[in-house]
């Protein structure tokens, strides 16, 4: 399946490195979404981006810093990240933000960050 | 309280059994309500959405009960694909794109 794709698949960085995380959705949506994944506990909304707008930025440290390009493309850029970061970053998009109706989100296979 | 609840499990049932699984929801207002499977290691996908008069997809019954703020999700003839963990999601409180995820429930399906 190739409708979100996710690179790196696997990503092991120091505290002070700066690396990036990218997203691609091949199914024309209009909304993407960041999400974290630690072991043991559900996933957690990051951000939310509407046609390329920023609309949700839930208490997210500044350590990491999304950005949208076009409607296709979702990055993450990660720096001077704290060994509790390392979890399972997931990407997933939807037709739009759903207003009064359902809002099926589709998920990447995800980024799986260690940081040591 | 836990905004989305569900039993960990793990229910280990053997092949072609029918198995059940319960999640609760905090918000009256929710919507939209959804079972995602996520095998080991893997992404969260979408196994159906859940609609007020219940709906099925093959060996899949989900049932959505508002008075109670409950959600099922019924399985049918168990195959051991099936083994996997499965994750309640309602939307959240103040907007319909801000889903929350239960923690998920385990199943593991033996031959």
């Known amino acids: 399946e190739t409708g979100v794709t996710q690179t790196p698949r696997h990503l092991v960085m120091g505290m002070t490195n700066k690396k990036s995380l990218k997203c691609e959705q091949h199914l024309g949506h209009n909304a993407m979404y960041w999400y974290k994944q630690s072991a043991k506990k559900p996933l957690e909304l990051m951000f939310v981006?509407?046609?390329?707008?920023?609309?949700e930025n839930n208490s997210v440290p500044s350590r990491f810093s999304p950005e949208c390009p076009n409607s296709s493309h979702l990055f993450l850029h990660l720096h001077t990240l704290q060994p509790e970061d390392s979890a399972l970053y997931l990407c997933a998009s939807s037709q739009d933000l759903g207003g009064q109706t359902h809002n099926e989100q589709f998920f990447g296979p995800g980024t799986r960050l260690t940081v040591l | 309280r836990k905004e989305v609840e569900q039993d960990p499990g793990p229910f280990n049932v053997p092949e072609g059994a029918t198995v059940a699984f319960n999640c609760t929801y905090s918000n009256s207002a929710s919507q939209s309500f959804f079972w995602y499977r996520q095998d080991c290691r893997k992404e969260p996908k979408l196994l159906m959405s859940v609609y007020s008069s219940g709906n099925e997809d093959g060996r899949f019954t989900a049932q959505l009960n508002r008075a109670s703020q409950y959600i099922s999700l019924l399985i049918r003839d168990s195959k051991l694909s099936d083994s996997a963990t499965y994750l309640c999601?309602?939307?959240?409180?103040?907007?319909?794109?801000?889903?929350?995820f239960g923690s998920g429930t385990r199943l593991l399906v033996r031959p």
């Open positions: 999601v309602v939307n959240g409180m103040d907007s319909s794109y801000k889903l929350i």
């Open positions: 981006y509407s046609l390329e707008e920023r609309v």
